[in-house]
């Protein structure tokens, strides 16, 4: 159920109030020597309280590796690694123990298991995917072995009305990405997405947003036909991040109203090999990568812990009124970048080592 | 791989020039008794060649159950099920042996598997989706016995440029879909895209399109917090089908301009029960049902087959062009409502099982 | 449930009374011709009614092959067949509709579904394993290409009060194995083997018995060090065999009396690459294949159908008496020989593919 | 690959001399209370060092749950756990760097993996057990929960050549196994036993044994029918504990010189209830329970790090001799007895799951 894979599985744990957090990277090839330097920047790329547009809760995440490794390099058992909770203030949630949060997985997962962990969200926290940064690090250090010319880059493509044109989206590298505090390669969106954060948070309230990825660099022949198809896998593990809504690959909501006759990627003859002419597909055909770009996008809802007063009811049935205290993170989408990152490093992975 | 489930899972198997197509559904409950007449109804729905704006081609699609049932009873032991391919021209197919149809997964199983079954797309044909009808038709039948308040509809929301709009979603019913060829329940605007897959078609195109569902009558508690999401298990699914490029749930893409304060869905006591005053959730929050409707869309791009000449290369890596011969769909949209449905069917009945 | 294997998984289905039996084949690697005239002895072999040993019932076991082949060679697409039940005398069953046949599955099966399909086991009956030997055959012919120093044989070790002696099973041959009807390689035991049988069947009565098997030319590093072990996946197939009662490799049970100083197999240098000077372990260490010839047994039961009289229950819960009406097998070992070669073609295919 | 069960899934991690071993118990019910006194318990039963039959080593085995409770109740969530290690004494390995051990997994895991932790056995250590045991004890809560008539009682039923008679299985209780450090029943048997332990520690030389498990109170109706059969699924689990060589259930490699009038169990009515007059099944028939105990018994090879001289090979293929250093546990049989009931209750525990 906590599980991601085929071959190669990350299987994650941990509530944002227990002891700790963490996963267990099971399948992982041996001989790949791992950077720890790399898995920190991975993991404090995600942090929150980094940045002015982020929540002002501060998580050390310092990944601790318990199995799998010798003297830094893979051994092929499986590789587990927590990260303590410590800046955990759950007496802060004990006024939410009798009551659901709206649009929060509270009033779910009680009549799932009778049982409610209310500390901050319990396993339903945006900190459980902190585990998928470490393993994408990983994954990614283990594709840049196997598949040199791999790259794989996230950015902000839409805050609230602020969006990317898509026809930009080869443009843009990672570096332009990480040069601001909202992860938007266009500086000028940048600077109003921006602006636009800080609204949301001196009102109380929260935006919504998109990511986009672009996969450079995968040969043709990765992925699978049926059901377990590279796209699929990927929607599958990016609706597994919280507040994500919707996923769309290549020309995606857009191809709805397109024609055949535009849609249709022309295949062609460059430097002596088959290409596409255009991209309209996403890289992607009939579930198994066609050797264009992977592109997708991510859409996320607004956070829903806001500051202003909302109606709800609590587990007593009775209605009421809440408000959250402290300070919120207005806009999750800048630190859904690296996550998105991290779950496609994972998925092109597995699915690279399903097809080989 | 070929493979969609947890506890019930469904295996299929057969392209579409081959002996036979067809599935093994396993897991399934026993007791459950079979209405052959209503698989056979579902498998029609699915069927090309039944109206004027689907292919010419003749699919019979009559399916033969070979195992699991006992006198019409489901046994507990896998039911396998197959459905003879009786209208194969694969001759037809000769002239594409050499040849990499634009869009279409030619090209990247060869890469995948080195050998690649060129008749009519092989496994990666529209064709593989009639054994998800039938293992629909079974599990939308368990359904009723277990939870018979649910009930799942889907219809077309969106061809070309002519789409429903949103806010009307929850007033459409099955009836009002099933009355007219494009399958969407606004008449007025069926007429129009009626009217526009006849201009494609005889313009030699094709059009994309959009799958609405609604899922009435779950109740809280039905699904998992972690990866295996409900809303990630409903996506992985529909991305499956051919021709997806898209999914959203609740407000999906929308909510990305959205703010906290109007995204959120307030709690309230509606005849004693708790429920949501609004749905931007679309039913789900933490990948638990919440006992709102579920609502989600999927995106589909216009079928690649086109008559109009096109640009490609041959295997031997050569320019060339070409034009599919024949009588093609312009819009495989109103076909993969019925697969909408049934995967949603067999996705939902897995998650049930799994919640109980 | 009804499946075996991780990466190259085994779906069977059906009973022996249903329209058909098969199974479905996933996983399995592109580019292997099939040569149909092995699948068909591997078929015969398992199938009763060939010699004076076995039941008299006729079971056909024509293997359809319904996907996953192109012009006879494997495509990477998912291989399902079938085999039609043609001798089917349901109604010689209808007076086991209310009555559990002692050691037979039908009370357990019972408690299980709450339906059960009475006619001559269902799913529980030694016919589900034919399927077995046709995912065997192919297994077999892709080890062939992949490890071409590989071979697997299995033989009966022991019927009844008769048995081979272990410090001979390795200068046995398939050959040897192939001469008689009871498969037991040392022609003068398979003599006694035989009459026993007789004898059993004359009695209204029957036999267990023991096979060995034994595979050579497996490199070392094949199989895996935590629960799918390769033995603990030759455990798990081998029970997975009707009547099965009991697994062992290497020395098994023997080396529960024996001491480390005897058991322990020391390595060596021959012909200038690494081996052990004897094989107690039986080819396999912390569930990973050491080179040397993979070595194991298993234990099957009497048949439990004889024509002596039985005390026994009916579904109502009355004490009753029964027996076993018109011709029965009285001993399932030689039958099982092929069976057991089957499963470990697939178990080290599967394995291997997972080494990789 | 390090994973076990279906719903019910644990996965372990971790080597001898890393930071810690520990696993994840996923898919385990909510609501259960975990006593921790009894936890602790459990871990000290397996731990070494408890009695003068076992290693000198010790361990401290102190279990640290990290996720998946909420004031001591399970949520639903994974129940990660590790255990520290801490009495360590890599360098003790440093002379075994260059060589491989007659009889362990070093070298199959060098072949399989390139890379070997040569420190006391790396991920193949018997170390690695520990934590089953934890996930164990957390089973059997649930299962006292679930099926209060249920009881696992394991014991040593052989060391060496001492044996207890199979005859007497089921008048052994749990409290009579633990009256001694060998874990046999049978205290006069136990006496000789031991002696036997010191004269092969004395000796530099160690012994096999069995351990046999018998499990009482299960209602019939649990398991599945085909491959994931009940007691595949036991032989499975036992199969993957270090050292084991072999599994048998019922009346196991005895029923091979049966015949089926001896060995087939009638069906009766014992106190208004169906129940077998006899046991020869070992309370499983087709996969699934039947009511009776469950009976098992799983065999061990002698511990392959004797004080003795053995003849090896060094990693660049040259002869040479070794003799472990330092005091090893000439017998593990009797640490083996918690594991073997930890095994079966996290098996029994996932068959209930899937049977319901």
Known sequence: MNTLGQILTLTT???????????????????????????????????????????GRQEQDE???????????????PIAFIIRNTDQHSSDYDELKDIFRPSHADYAWL??????????????????????????????????????????TA???QIGPYSTNPANDMDYSAAMAEKNAVRCPDSCLAAKMEEYIHEMRSQQDSTGGCVTCIVRGLPAGIGNPVF???????AKAMLGINA????????????????GSEHNDAFCIEKGRITTATNHSGGIQGGISNGSPIRFRVAFK????????????????KETTMEAKGRHDPCVVPRAVPIVESLTALVILDQYLTSK
């Open 111 to 152: 009549q799932r298991y009778g049982i409610r962990d209310w500390r901050g969200g319990g396993r339903s926290s945006a900190r459980v995917t902190a585990p998928i940064c470490a393993a994408g690090a990983l994954s990614t250090m283990a594709l840049r072995k196997m598949i040199p010319a791999l790259e794989i």
């Open 63 to 77: 990944v601790e590796f318990l199995s799998g490794l010798l003297d830094g390099v893979t051994t092929g058992a």
């Open 244 to 259: 994500a809504k919707g996923f769309e690959y290549g020309d995606g909501f857009a191809s709805a109203s397109q024609r």
């Open 13 to 55: 744990f941990g509530e944002s109030h227990g002891p700790a957090i963490g996963g267990v990277l099971d399948g992982f090839p041996s001989g790949i020597t791992v950077d720890m330097e790399y898995v920190r920047e991975c993991m404090q790329r995600r942090r929150p309280g980094q940045s002015t547009v982020t929540t």
């Open 228 to 234: 377990d198809k590279l796209e699929a896998s990927l």
């Open 155 to 157: 950015f902000t493509s």
């Open 302 to 317: 607004p956070t829903p812990t806001i500051g202003q007063e909302q109606h709800t009811v609590t587990i007593d049935g």
